[in-house]
């Protein structure tokens, strides 16, 4: 939980790069635009199925993340695996860039968890995380979200997101460019949803300090309360089981800082269809109709019908920020024209393009409503 830096449009004071390249079937919510400095070193990209063995030797060989996983680190590359491409599950790699070749160097895996889920974490006694979640996830019930839990509960009671403990390459564990870069991605990542609290533990000593000043707290067994500062080292805290926390209602009592911003929400009002926002998410990255129809998979002629579907969905929900003619034109002028207004409002109000029900948003949060659906 680390204040991002650099300005939420694309602008960057850091040596790196993000690469949102859109991947078939792989972490399916829309993504931002990419951030495109003039120089790298660092990039960041979403994680392929090839990725995962490479990451998880990384976790298995960190001095503090070993230990902690145990013989559950045996399960990490499976339990990956199986969630990579679900609504639930966000995943990068970190690249070092030079001399024409790429190498990973790290990777940051958070994934949305039941309610249930997130209180037992900070409930103590408290446990490590690592082994805990994927244990499981192996022998069930899992904790992580399914697609259409996500969808539920983002469009009423909020999301828990859980940050799994990762580490980078060794080598590579004092790098501020690296730990900086992953934080703006995930930042820009989860702007959209509607969240309710976002928990992780801390791999190195500092990480509890930079956690608590974005306005976190601190969860441990003695004292058994979260706490907003650290009063004992660092070093000693983070040896522990412990629970680097913040939520909608801490961050609410903290006007301007990191927490605040990262819990802002706005409900969505067009509705779009998940092909739809598919297409818009795509569009947000560049690409002519044509390119796009390519990277979907579908025949331009169904771009261009999509297109016009969602200028009417737009004309009859008329947010009151975006105006844009109801008329013929997809292409020309004065298709490009509100092509561009869609996106520029899009770029503002990303939570367009996240998982919801929009009957469900508007029916209010109803007694009785829970994460998971009854079957």
């Known amino acids: 939980m680390v204040a991002p830096t650099g300005g939420e449009r694309g602008e960057c004071n850091t040596p790196f790069a993000v690469d949102n390249t859109p991947l078939s079937g792989i972490n399916k919510w829309p993504k931002r635009p990419p951030l495109r400095p003039r120089h790298c070193m660092i990039r960041y990209r979403l994680a392929r199925p090839d990725d995962i063995a490479t990451c998880v030797q990384f976790i298995a ?22 969630f990579l491409g ?26 949305f968890v039941s309610e249930d889920f997130a209180t037992e974490l900070a409930t103590p006694p408290l446990k490590w995380i690592g082994p805990e979640l994927l244990n499981r ?21 909020g999301l828990n997101i ?51 000043n974005s306005g976190g707290w601190c969860l441990r067994n003695t004292p058994s309360v979260h706490s907003p500062s650290v009063q004992e080292s660092a070093e000693s805290v983070f040896l ?81 920020d975006l105006k844009i003619e109801l008329d013929e034109s997809v292409d020309g002028d004065r298709g490009k024209e509100k092509k561009q ?8 109000h990303p939570e367009e393009l996240r998982p919801y029900s929009l009957k469900l948003l508007e029916n209010g949060n109803r007694p009785g409503l829970s994460a998971r659906p009854v079957h």
């Not at 403990?165 to 870069?181: D, K, V």
């Open 137 to 157: 996830c192996v022998h069930g019930p899992a904790p992580v979200l399914t697609d259409a839990e996500v969808r539920r509960a983002n469009s009423t009671q």
């Open 240 to 320: 522990q089981p412990h629970i680097l926390e913040a939520t909608k209602a801490m961050a609410a009592k903290q006007p301007g800082s990191w927490a605040n911003l990262f819990f802002a929400y706005r409900k969505p009002v067009i509705g779009f269809t998940p092909s739809e926002q598919r297409l818009l998410s795509a569009a947000l990255q560049g690409g002519t109709d044509g390119e796009l129809a390519h990277l979907l998979g579908v025949s331009l002629s169904a771009v261009k019908k999509m297109w016009a579907s969602i200028y009417l969905r737009v004309q009859s929900r008329k947010p009151f």
């Open 86 to 111: 679900s609504d639930a599950l966000f995943s990068i790699v970190s690249e070092e860039r030079g001399s024409g070749r790429a190498r990973i160097i790290g990777a940051q895996i958070a994934s």
């Open 341 to 348: 207004k869609l996106l520029v409002f899009l770029r503002e």
């Open 61 to 82: 060989d960190h001095p503090v993340l070993r230990p902690r996983y145990g013989p559950a680190i045996e399960h990490l590359g499976t339990v990956w695996h199986r």
């Open 162 to 212: 859980l940050v799994w403990p990762t580490g980078p390459r060794a080598g590579f564990e004092n790098l501020p460019e690296l730990f900086q870069g992953s934080q703006v991605v995930f930042f820009d990542a989860y702007r959209g949803f509607n969240m309710n609290r976002i928990q992780t533990q801390a791999t190195h000593p500092i990480e509890i300090a930079m956690g608590v």
